[in-house]
């Protein structure tokens, strides 16, 4: 996409998560190449584009942020911002001794890493395309010599500028992001108290529950004020007739936001799933029977 509409925002960050040896950094280091002049590659630290100073992103139609760490709480500003660079069109450049200016944003971002939950993913993302790399190929040396020798061919990137600017791309929709395995992984970690709580009450949230029920049974973690902005930007406040013997004339619901209720009924399919896993390995291992090993040495299972 970025190689037929040069300085045009795709609004998609790809992240790439697998372990070490499996090719993602021949991978981006070949796209970077192709796109010399116009790419910044190997950003290990993610404050160069969303610190004080994050002059880099000017004028890059691709960034590579390589061997990022989990993400932590810590970090949450860091994901704030990036989302910014991700979708804005325009970004506020500060660099060192220069006055700050206003620049065109035509910055595409690819992660890659080797652990689990490089970024933060919310529930209703639509940012992130995670895929996770085969290890199919990790100790085969002779195949990735044969890969590192075809790119050293003088050829070879004038042919792959071909081939991206023939490939046909006409029906391609970015906007509708392919829910992997590997994004729904880091959706699991990723989840806020408060996403917690309206999967763990969904039920009640799509019919309307009342305010005071909901302050009662908030997140430890979070302040009443915290729960309630946060609660207020993906729920619908609504107010309605109390019962006759409550003596209260009108009682406020929440009431989760229509276009939501798909991303959380997903999510707690997800969550049903792996709690029906955790039963059943849990019957398992109560099922274990210990046997007496008849040979000198220790109890074996069975």
Same mark, same amino acid.
């Given at each position: 996409?970025?190689?037929?509409?040069?300085?045009?925002?795709?609004?998609?960050?790809?992240?790439?998560?697998?372990?070490?040896?499996?090719?993602?950094?021949?991978?981006?280091?070949?796209?970077?190449?192709?796109?010399?002049? /116009?790419?910044?590659?190997?950003?290990?630290?993610?404050?160069?584009?969303?610190?004080?100073?994050?002059?880099?992103?000017?004028?890059?139609?691709?960034?590579?942020?390589?061997?990022?760490?989990?993400?932590?709480?810590?970090?949450?500003?860091?994901?704030?911002?990036?989302?910014?660079?991700?979708?804005?069109?325009?970004?506020?450049?500060?660099?060192?001794?220069?006055?700050?200016?206003?620049?065109?944003?035509?910055?595409?971002?690819?992660?890659?890493?080797?652990?689990?939950?490089?970024?933060?993913?919310?529930?209703?993302?639509?940012?992130?395309?995670?895929?996770?790399?085969?290890?199919?190929?990790?100790?085969?040396?002779?195949?990735?010599?044969?890969?590192?020798?075809?790119?050293?061919?003088?050829?070879?990137?004038?042919?792959?500028?071909?081939?991206?600017?023939?490939?046909?791309?006409?029906?391609?929709?970015?906007?509708?992001?392919?829910?992997?395995?590997?994004?729904?992984?880091?959706?699991?970690?990723?989840?806020?108290?408060? $996403?917690?709580?309206?999967?763990?009450?969904?039920?009640?949230? +799509?019919?309307?529950?009342?305010?005071?029920?909901?302050?009662?049974?908030?997140?430890?973690?979070?302040?009443?004020?915290?729960?309630?902005?946060?609660?207020?930007?993906?729920?619908?406040?609504?107010?309605?007739?109390?019962? +006759?013997?409550?003596?209260?004339?009108?009682?406020?619901?929440?009431?989760?936001?229509?276009?939501?209720?798909?991303? /959380? $009924?997903?999510?707690?399919? $997800? $969550?049903?799933?792996?709690?029906?896993?955790?039963?059943?390995?849990?019957?398992?291992?109560?099922?274990?029977?210990?046997?007496?090993?008849?040979?000198?040495?220790?109890?074996?299972?069975?």
């Amino acid at each position: 996409f970025i190689i037929q509409h040069p300085g045009v925002k795709s609004r998609v960050a790809i992240v790439i998560r697998g372990v070490q040896g499996t090719g993602k950094n021949t991978f981006t280091d070949v796209l970077c190449d192709l796109m010399a002049g /116009y790419s910044a590659k190997n950003i290990t630290d993610i404050e160069e584009i969303t610190g004080n100073f994050n002059s880099v992103i000017e004028n890059k139609s691709l960034i590579i942020l390589n061997e990022l760490k989990n993400f932590t709480e810590q970090r949450a500003l860091n994901s704030n911002a990036l989302k910014s660079v991700i979708t804005d069109d325009v970004q506020r450049i500060n660099e060192k001794f220069v006055a700050r200016r206003d620049s065109q944003n035509v910055a595409n971002l690819i992660f890659i890493s080797n652990n689990y939950c490089p970024v933060k993913i919310e529930a209703t993302d639509r940012r992130y395309l995670v895929c996770q790399t085969p290890d199919a190929h990790r100790h085969n040396f002779e195949y990735f010599d044969k890969i590192h020798q075809a790119i050293k061919q003088a050829d070879f990137y004038d042919n792959l500028l071909t081939f991206f600017m023939k490939r046909d791309i006409s029906q391609a929709n970015l906007q509708v992001i392919p829910m992997t395995d590997a994004k729904k992984d880091i959706q699991k970690v990723s989840k806020s108290p408060v $996403e917690n709580f309206v999967v763990k009450y969904l039920k009640q949230l +799509k019919q309307g529950m009342e305010c005071n029920q909901a302050i009662d049974y908030k997140p430890k973690e979070l302040t009443e004020f915290q729960f309630k902005a946060q609660l207020k930007a993906i729920c619908d406040y609504e107010r309605k007739n109390a019962p +006759k013997c409550s003596g209260m004339k009108k009682i406020g619901y929440y009431k989760l936001k229509p276009g939501l209720i798909q991303d /959380y $009924e997903s999510m707690k399919d $997800e $969550e049903n799933e792996i709690n029906d896993d955790d039963d059943n390995e849990e019957e398992d291992y109560i099922n274990i029977k210990i046997l007496p090993n008849d040979q000198d040495g220790d109890v074996i299972n069975q």
